[in-house]
């Protein structure tokens, strides 16, 4: 099988600072300030061509991170990523620049994807179309909803035809009618033999839609597999979290960053 994405050991650290005056510290001197954050210790994972993976896990399980560096649009801080192909990120005002009306976001998107003029002219209407912005289309992004951001977002994402999709909570801000319409389009794609990853807590889109599932837990890869094996185990563990008193939740915590610890000494 031909693969599309191979995710090695990525890990991802952030620095968290107590305030400004720690960030510049950081910046000026050789000694480090801050503490060291890991929003992904050491995940690895490989996509074959034409696979749907759904990102599922906690709040703050690493699922936009690992999103957004596939898509290239975060580094990582080490490990590799390997995209077969053009890969579109969607996501609520993804690279969009806000002072920028709507429209000169289609045409600088499509300028860097490497469009020229005449087939930005001839897909413009299309896009503007699909986004469903109407007048909108040449005000500021600055003054649109989240909703109509994340329209935008998707409406040129899917009329530029790229190899893999990313998609990241996109379909939760718009209205219904348009989850509908993005998510045919999808399928149209799933049909067409792309590949897809799809970040959402809605486990229903999950199973209607995902062929596989990653389980992100606190930065770590928790599960990989198919959707029918996965979700059970997934929905089981949600709801007996759910039941648990805030110190076992606690105590599930340090377990879970001992071992993470334990990943990142072994990546070193
Ligand atoms: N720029 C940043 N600086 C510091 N920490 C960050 C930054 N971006 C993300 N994080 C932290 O990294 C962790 C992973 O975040 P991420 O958004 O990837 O999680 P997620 O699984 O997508 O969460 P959610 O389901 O809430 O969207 C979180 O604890 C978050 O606070």
Redesign the pocket.
């Known amino acids: 099988m031909e693969k599309a994405i191979i995710v090695k050991n990525i890990v991802?650290k952030?620095?968290?600072y107590s305030g400004d005056k720690e960030r510049i510290l950081d910046l000026l001197l050789p000694k480090s300030y801050g503490e060291d954050?890991?929003?992904?210790a050491g995940v690895s994972f490989e996509a074959e061509k034409g696979d749907v993976i759904g990102?599922v896990?906690?709040?703050?399980?690493?699922?936009?991170?690992?999103?957004?560096i596939i898509a290239g649009i975060?580094p990582e801080t080490s490990g590799s990523v390997q995209v077969n192909g053009q890969a579109a990120l969607i996501a609520v005002a993804a690279g969009l620049k806000a002072d920028l009306s709507g429209r000169d976001n289609i045409e600088l998107k499509l300028l860097m994807l490497g469009f020229s003029k005449e087939e930005i002219k001839e897909l413009e209407p299309e896009i503007i179309e699909f986004s469903e912005l109407g007048k909108f289309i040449d005000q500021p992004v600055k003054s649109y909803s989240s909703g109509m951001r994340s329209r935008l977002g998707f409406a040129i994402s899917v009329n530029v035809d790229p190899d893999i999709l990313i998609i990241?909570?996109a379909l939760s801000v718009g209205d219904k009618a348009f989850a509908e319409k993005s998510l045919d389009k999808m399928k149209e794609f799933k049909k067409q033999g792309k590949t897809m990853i799809f970040?959402s807590?809605s486990i229903g889109q999950m199973k209607r839609f995902c062929d596989k599932i990653l389980w992100?837990e606190y930065?770590m890869v928790k599960d990989f597999g198919p959707v029918g094996e996965i979700i059970p185990k997934y929905e089981k563990f949600l709801n007996e979290f759910k039941k648990l008193p805030g110190k076992e939740k606690e105590k599930y915590k340090e377990e879970a960053m001992k071992r993470q610890q334990e990943a990142l000494l072994e990546k070193v």
């Not at 954050?37 to 992904?40: N, T």
């Not at 399980?61 to 690992?66: A, H, I, P, Q, V």
């Open positions: 991802k952030y620095k968290l954050f890991y929003a992904l990102f896990g906690m709040n703050g399980s690493g699922k936009s991170t690992l999103s957004n975060v990241d909570e970040v807590h992100l930065g």
